[in-house]
């Protein structure tokens, strides 16, 4: 995360120094009309790279889901009476939270930069939800 807020921190200094270079006078501002689209480049490469991070961590714990779900239903058809409530029970948990992260992984691509902070950040809050829960079975 950190390295991410590097990245970030440079190319916000980049754009400043250029704007004040740009504006001491016409010749420049070529050069500095070409390196403001690339610091831009480099903001939307970070916001990129954050993004992928992220889907990757979705799916991987949808994985871990589909796999918890698939031995919860494969101990319910072996549980006594008693004990297919409470499989019925995580089995319910689990679904919902796949449903969740199904959602979320959809809206991945919907959120614009300057709401991505938020969405990541509720992202990896349900994320971590749902382990702290599996690991208390």
């Known amino acids: ?3 991410y807020l590097i990245k970030i921190s ?6 400043a120094s250029i ?3 740009a504006s001491c ?3 420049h501002s070529e050069n500095a009309r070409d390196s403001l689209d690339e ?7 970070v916001f990129r790279t954050e993004q992928q991070e992220l889907q990757a961590d979705l799916r991987d714990a949808r994985d871990e889901i589909n796999e918890e779900l698939k ?3 494969e101990s319910m058809a072996s549980a006594s009476e008693a004990a297919k409530a409470e499989w019925e029970n995580k089995i319910s948990k689990l679904e919902v939270w796949g449903d969740d992260l199904d959602r979320r992984m959809e ?10 902070a938020s969405f990541r950040d509720g992202a990896r809050k349900s994320m971590d939800n749902i382990k702290d829960e599996m690991k208390s079975w």
Not at 10 to 15: E, T
Not at 107 to 116: Q, R
């Open 19 to 21: 704007s004040l270079f």
């Open 1 to 3: 995360m950190s390295r």
């Open 10 to 15: 440079s190319v916000l200094f980049l754009i």
């Open 39 to 45: 610091a831009g480049e480099e903001v939307a490469d």
């Open 25 to 27: 006078g016409d010749s």
């Open 71 to 73: 031995d919860a239903k």
């Open 107 to 116: 809206n991945l691509g919907d959120n614009a930069e300057d709401s991505w």
